[in-house]
């Protein structure tokens, strides 16, 4: 059964056990595109990272909307074993819309690479000027979205 949540305790829960997120967007022909994305998340924002050029950053810039998928939790399941249509797959699942805003300032910029770094690595990172100057840093508030527990 599928359970819809709009409480943003069950939302962190399951974007703090994802590895990865999956944003889409719309590119320059108007076409859906999916990427999937590193991120780390503090207080209602989710906040990614790019090299400063190509299709992503070009979609944003022109269209700054974006949607988050996360999924967490899976596992196979079946009602029958040697019945095909009988088998689905149980996760628990988050989807957020917002807006893609983009950090310029350095201390900003630094402070969310660690964010980042933080989902992934349990240890402080130092950035080079080169680093912090060429990395394109783009945020997301949370403002609400939909919880799916299979």
């Known amino acids: 059964m599928t359970e ?16 990865y997120c999956n944003m889409a ?3 320059l022909d108007g076409m859906p595109y999916v990427i999937p994305m590193n991120f ?7 906040f990614f990272h790019s090299g400063p050029n190509g299709k992503k950053i070009n979609c944003l810039k022109n269209n700054p909307n974006i949607c988050l998928s ?5 596992k196979l399941r079946f009602q029958n074993e040697g019945v095909a249509c009988s088998y689905s797959m149980k ?3 988050t989807l957020l819309n917002g807006v893609a805003e983009f950090v310029e300032n350095r201390e900003e910029k630094i ?7 933080a989902h992934y690595a349990d240890r402080e ?3 080079s000027e ?21």
């Open 111 to 117: 402070q969310a690479l660690n964010i980042i770094m």
């Open 25 to 27: 967007m719309v590119d």
């Open 130 to 150: 080169p680093a912090i100057k060429n990395v394109v840093i783009f945020k997301m508030k949370i403002q609400g979205g939909c919880v799916r527990r299979k």
């Open 125 to 127: 990172f130092k950035y």
């Open 40 to 46: 780390g998340y503090k207080d209602n924002f989710i």
């Open 91 to 93: 996760f628990n699942s």
């Open 70 to 74: 996360f999924s967490t939790d899976h």
């Open 4 to 19: 819809k949540i709009f409480n943003i305790e069950e939302i962190i829960e399951i974007i703090q056990k994802c590895e």
